[in-house]
């Protein structure tokens, strides 16, 4: 059973970079796919941020790609988001998710989610 | 870029009753692109279909989808209490890769 959780911290300050990690159990994710982050203000609807392959290819949301960064850590089996120069709008639950890039082209597995809050 | 727009955006039904939501997309995509989500709170979405009408694996088969170019639906045969929920479509593309409806709420009527 393919498992994700995401961990981070809970709590960030405007102007700081948000960070958060998601360890990936009951599947390599070296073997295949895309693993993606997708977001959700309050009470609000969902917005993709981006996807990492195993190779390192990326693709980011156009509206947030001047400040996302995500990577991939196949030996702890996890990939992480970074997102530079919070402010207020940037509060949301965080999910990730595995997506099927090459047959179902959706996501079919998604972690709990994280709520980070910006604040000072 | 593709803009998905759900609707209704609350529709309030009893139990055993049958749900149509609608997700049209601003221009035709193939229907190859287009995923459901299902969504309770407190809790991560939920992969209900692909290809606009394959189910994902586990779910019911009380439900449906259908549609193509620009027009899609899910249908919900029969309201069973657990199916109260927010509904997403998803469309997969080129630029943003991934975009989502805004939402449909099944709420007890």
């Known amino acids: 059973q393919v498992q994700l959780q995401e961990s981070g911290p809970g709590l960030v300050k405007p102007s700081e970079t948000l960070s958060l990690t998601c360890a990936v159990s009951?599947?390599?994710?070296?073997?295949?796919?895309?693993w993606g982050w997708i977001r959700q203000p309050p009470g609000k609807g969902l917005e993709w941020i981006g996807s990492?392959?195993?190779?390192?290819?990326?693709y980011y949301n156009p509206s947030l790609k001047s400040r996302v960064t995500i990577s991939i850590d196949t030996s702890k089996n996890q990939f992480s988001l970074e997102l530079s120069s919070v402010a207020a709008a940037d509060t949301a639950v965080y999910f990730c998710a595995r997506e099927r890039s090459f047959d179902w082209l959706s996501l079919d597995y998604w972690g709990q989610g994280t709520l980070v809050t910006v604040s000072s | 870029e593709i803009v998905l727009t759900q609707s209704p955006g609350t529709l309030s039904l009893s139990p055993g009753e049958r749900a149509t939501l609608s997700c049209r997309a601003s221009?035709?995509?193939?229907?190859?692109?287009l995923a459901w989500y299902q969504q309770k709170p407190g809790q991560a979405p939920r992969l209900l279909m692909y290809?606009?009408?394959s189910r994902a694996t586990g779910i019911p088969d009380r439900f449906s989808g259908s549609g193509s170019g620009t027009d899609f639906a899910l249908t919900i045969r029969r309201l069973e209490p657990e199916d109260f929920a927010v509904y997403y479509c998803?469309?997969?593309?080129?630029?943003?890769?991934?975009?989502f409806g805004g939402g449909t709420k099944v709420e007890i009527k």
């Open positions: 009951g599947y390599s994710i070296s073997t295949g796919y895309y």
């Open positions: 290809g606009a009408s």
């Open positions: 990492i392959h195993h190779s390192g290819s990326t």
């Open positions: 998803q469309h997969y593309g080129s630029s943003p890769r991934l975009t």
């Open positions: 221009q035709s995509v193939s229907s190859n692109y």
